[in-house]
Nanobody, 116 residues
Framework: QVQLVESGGGLVQAGGALRLSCVGS????????MSWYRQAPGKQRELVAVISTRGNTNYADSVKGRFTISRDDVKNTVYLQMNSLSPEDTAVYYC??????????WGKGTLVTVSS
């Protein structure tokens, strides 16, 4: 199974940008579909972006055109580039991996706070 560790969160002003990273270890990273989720205070966790093992991507409507998911299987890392951030993007961001047997693995999250 893969272990996932997120980083890159922090405090940023509205309109700013952040890049989140999620590093995987303990398994063959390239075999996992990877995704980013987020959970805002008092809200359910929601899907932000997905990237397949083949590099196909999909995004939540709320982040299309602002966020970009990418992966580097040599570095065992998936990224989330977040631009034009707004206070509504404030949340804990989680990385999730899905293996070929449809088992899921989660990181512990990284906090993104966007000030107005």
């Amino acid at each position: 199974q893969v272990q996932l560790v997120e980083s890159g969160g922090g405090l940023v002003q509205a309109g700013g940008a952040l890049r989140l990273s999620c590093v995987g270890s303990g398994s063959t990273f390239s075999l996992y579909d990877m995704s980013w989720y987020r959970q805002a205070p008092g809200k359910q966790r929601e899907l932000v972006a997905v990237i397949s093992t083949r590099g196909n991507t999909n995004y939540a409507d709320s982040v299309k055109g602002r966020f970009t998911i990418s992966r580097d299987d040599v570095k065992n890392t998936v990224y989330l580039q977040m631009n034009s951030l707004s206070p509504e993007d404030t949340a804990v961001y989680y990385c999730k991996g899905r293996d070929v047997n449809a088992r899921y693995y989660w990181g512990k999250g990284t906090l993104v706070t966007v000030s107005s």
